[in-house]
């Protein structure tokens, strides 16, 4: 794996029809969201060969959106990314390594953004960088990572979709 990228579900609907936290689906921002941060991804050459899904309704709905604009990608959906902390985060994303040259992970808060920071403090990456990151990590943002052939993580970028208006 060369490239990382940690993707939270765009914005959802507050609550679901049957009442079930797995069920909410995304609202009409957070559409949009998810279809315009797939195409900035896709600009920036940011395309995904295999991504790992959380089984919920958002994330799923999130990266059918984003999907539209990479073309082809394995896809691995997985019960156990739902609502995960970032130890069970770092192990689904540690157990495909080997397999994708670009691996996009889309799960949930907080445990997607306590990988990140986590990845952040390992790099060794600047306060700049980490005091941008501790200001959250909002629906639909995306942390890239620029992985060396030891494995380590190393800040790319941190895209919001609150940035990518008119991008």
């Not at 990228?5 to 009442?19: D, F, K, Q, T, V």
């Not at 709905?61 to 539209?68: F, G, M, R």
């Not at 990479?70 to 959906?77: A, I, K, M, T």
Request: net charge negative.
């Amino acid at each position: 794996m060369q490239r990382l990228i940690l993707m939270r579900h765009a914005e959802a609907e507050r609550a679901s029809p049957s009442g079930d936290d797995r069920d909410r689906v995304l609202s009409a921002r957070g559409r949009a969201d998810a279809t315009q941060m797939g195409r900035t991804l896709s600009a920036k050459g940011l395309r995904p060969d295999l991504a790992l899904v959380s089984a919920a309704a958002r994330t799923r709905q999130t990266w059918d959106l984003a999907h539209e604009a990479f073309g082809d990608v394995d896809l691995r959906e997985q019960d156990a990314l739902y609502n995960a902390g970032a130890d069970t985060l770092r192990r689904a994303v540690e157990a495909v390594e080997d397999e994708a040259g670009c691996l996009m992970l889309v799960a949930h808060n907080p445990g997607i953004h306590l990988l990140a920071v986590e990845y952040l403090i390992e790099s060794a990456a600047s306060p700049a960088v980490l005091d941008r990151m501790s200001g959250g990590f909002p629906t639909g943002a995306c942390a890239v990572f620029t992985v060396d052939v030891a494995g380590r993580c190393t800040f790319e970028a941190f895209l919001q979709p609150r940035d990518l208006a008119g991008a």
